[in-house]
Nanobody, 124 residues
Framework: QVQLVESGGGLVQAGGSLRLSCASS????????VAWFRQAPGKEREFVSA?????????YYADSVKGRFTISRDNAKNTVYLQMNSLKPEDTAVYSC????????????????WGQGTQVTVSS
């Protein structure tokens, strides 16, 4: 397991951008698959984006964010990012990063390491 700390959330108007960061304490962070999930009030946690371990490997996106969000990782800094552009009010949620050994999945229950979450609020 690794410890994860998210940052970068906040309040933004519709159409704006935010970049979330997820920093890890683990020196082997590069070997972990990483993902972002979000949970809005009264709704279930949902998959947002994921990246395989290491750099230059496959990335995955929920249809609702495809073309607007970009996941990236800097293993030298033990950090994964989520660049969010063209934000919509329906993107409002608590965003959490997660990490796991092995291959990436889109199922939150498969991930063993979680950050505390960061609030993203998009006003209309």
């Amino acid at each position: 397991q690794v410890q994860l700390v998210e940052s970068g959330g906040g309040l933004v108007q519709a159409g704006g951008s935010l970049r979330l960061s997820c920093a890890s304490s683990g020196r082997t962070f590069g070997s972990y698959a990483v993902a972002w999930f979000r949970q809005a009030p009264g709704k279930e946690r949902e998959f947002v984006s994921a990246a395989e371990s290491w750099v230059g490997t496959s990335t995955y996106y929920a249809d609702s964010v495809k073309g607007r969000f970009t996941i990236s990782r800097d293993n030298a800094k033990n950090t994964v990012y989520l660049q969010m552009n063209s934000l919509k009010p329906e993107d409002t949620a608590v965003y959490s990063c997660a990490a796991k050994r092995g291959g990436v999945t889109i199922h939150w229950a498969d991930f063993g390491s979680w950050g505390q979450g960061t609030q993203v609020t998009v006003s209309s």
